[in-house]
């Protein structure tokens, strides 16, 4: 398969270098030193599980001229989700599928609303992966997919990134129920990235003090309760199950923005905490922690001033 990844950073550059070491026609939209780094000495991974490899894709900072992609893997930042959809454009043909593997659940609409009706699968990633210099990936924890058509349908564009990914080595599924497992990520990203962020703490740290804790459930709560209101179909002990997986983190991890408020990077704080406030208050659901950590982080939102 001809698959353009825009987003070379931990989950696309992580994921992108497995496809493509299985074989795959990868391409990279990149930019900057990794871009660089990427043309001139290939992607390196480094992965606590798997070793290290290095893979030399394609990589460009604008397709346009490239042959139309079979897929499309949007892996960027939701801040530079339109700006990277307006650039992938010229590559998506008619029939092209864009699965959106980022943190939120706005994609989806994002892609649809820019490349037309129809392009976009649902995705959700599971991988504790970042840029540790240009044109290197460290890779911690993790490393699989679920994806859908957001109608539930079992299609065969989705049956062949599934086989695409399975090749790769990649545990992956595909979901009939693909909004419902986007939702149950958003709650856990959510507390996780919003309490590891402003705590700078890992998560062990967090569990450590019962407090901390407590605030890192509320999160969870007050999302159920939009994501409810919101006709999600999470399942009435969603808190406890996600409760359960947080308990069983490494003590180790944190989360990408950890990563970036403490190395003084722009943050996602608007596709995550900021949209699950609006749409609470559109919804006429409160959500006093998500505020906290929202108005509490605001002020890192663009990295150093």
Known sequence: MRIVIVGAGGVGGYFGAKLARAGEDVTFVARGAHLAAIR?????????????????PGAVDDPKGLPP?????LCVKAFDTDEALARVKPVVGDDTPVLTLQNGIEGPERIDAILGPGHALGGSAYVFASIEAPGVIAHRFLG?????????????????????????????????????????KYLFICAQAGMSALTRANTGAMRAVPATWKMYRAIFEELAAVAARAG???????????????????PRTTSSMHHDVTTGKRLELEGLHGHAVRLGERLGVPTPTLFAVYAALSPSLMGPP
Do not use: C, H, N, Y
Not at 69 to 73: G, I, K, R, S
Not at 147 to 155: A, P, Q, S
Not at 173 to 178: C, D, L, P, R
């Open 40 to 56: 001139r000495d290939g992607l390196s991974i480094r992965s606590t599980i798997e070793g290290e490899f290095v893979v030399k």
């Open 69 to 73: 992609a079979d897929a499309v893997l």
């Open 144 to 184: 699989k997919v679920a994806l859908g058509e957001l109608d539930g349908r079992v299609t065969a564009r989705a049956e062949r990134l599934r086989d695409a990914f399975v090749a790769a080595g990649v545990p992956v599924e595909i979901s009939q129920a693909i909004r419902r497992v986007m939702w149950e």
């Open 232 to 250: 999600a179909g999470l399942p009435p002990d969603i808190v406890e199950r996600l409760m359960k997986s947080a308990d069983a983190l490494d």
